[in-house]
């Protein structure tokens, strides 16, 4: 932890370099989010519900997906631009120093940007959390942080499997940002608007509604089985099979060269 902290550090003073630019950019970054709040703020306007959820309730389960995907954005950046780590020879230095390789790659790029995207989430989370009629206790509140710190798992592994491809591709390949991005996009109503099949493959696939819809349902009352407050937690075993895919692609990895 004192060597990822240092690596941090190192990441932090890089983009204090250049202040305003740095300033600019988290601005952006919360303006591209907050364009998607308004989308849903006069959508709701117009429409005042969808399938039953409101408002207050929708924002809520997007800003658990919107923090959660940030923060996977902020933390494993090093995995969604691997193409480039691979492509310009760096993996192979990473391969000859004495810590593990996931390690460093984690601490080669951090995105550190995004926390404008982290902002705009904390403020629709507070918003959902004062405006909605969910009477907040202690699992409550644990839940909706399970909610968030799975979430980050969940996409950090989706940028994981992006990474492992990349040994066989070398380039990566789009159709991943239908799982990354577009689950961030699709991810601000609950799963369960979109039909069974949507739901089937958000469960047994790749868990997203572990994390955002299940637990959710307990949140709005919608539930009372408290085994959903647990799935989060299940949510994270999908770092298993990930982690498998890493260590094939790994094995198969022929150096770049001089």
């Not at 460093?104 to 550190?112: D, F, P, Q, R, T």
């Not at 969940?154 to 994981?160: H, K, N």
Request: aromatic fraction near 18%.
């Amino acid at each position: 932890m004192r060597l990822y902290l240092k690596f941090f550090g190192i990441h932090l003073k890089s983009a204090m370099q250049y202040k305003i630019s740095f300033i600019l950019i988290t601005i952006g970054q919360l303006l591209v989010s907050f364009n998607v709040f308004l989308g849903i703020f006069f959508m709701f306007h117009l429409f005042h519900e969808v399938k039953g959820y409101h408002l207050s309730e929708v924002l809520l389960c997007y800003a658990t997906v919107l923090m959660s995907y940030s923060l996977a954005e902020i933390f494993m950046r090093g995995f969604d631009m691997f193409a480039g780590t691979i492509g310009n020879g760096e993996f192979d230095r990473i391969l000859l120093r004495p810590r593990g390789i996931i390690f460093l790659v984690i601490c080669g790029k951090m995105e550190l940007t995004r926390v404008g995207r982290v902002i705009q989430a904390a403020g629709m989370l507070a918003y959902g959390m004062i405006a909605s009629d969910i009477t907040w206790c202690v699992d409550k509140i644990v839940t909706i942080i399970l909610m968030v710190l799975s979430g980050s798992v969940i996409f950090g592994c989706l940028f994981l499997i992006y990474a492992s491809i990349c040994f066989f591709t070398l380039e990566g390949l789009e159709f991943m940002n239908i799982l990354t991005d577009g689950a961030r996009e699709y991810g601000k109503y609950p799963l369960g608007i979109y039909g069974k099949g949507i739901l089937r493959f958000c469960t047994f696939l790749v868990p997203y509604s572990l994390f955002q819809y299940y637990p959710f349902l307990y949140l709005t009352g919608r539930t009372d089985n408290q085994l959903y407050t647990l799935l989060p937690i299940a949510a994270c075993f999908f770092v298993i099979p990930c982690y498998l895919l890493w260590r094939n692609g790994v094995m198969h990895y022929k150096s770049t060269g001089s």
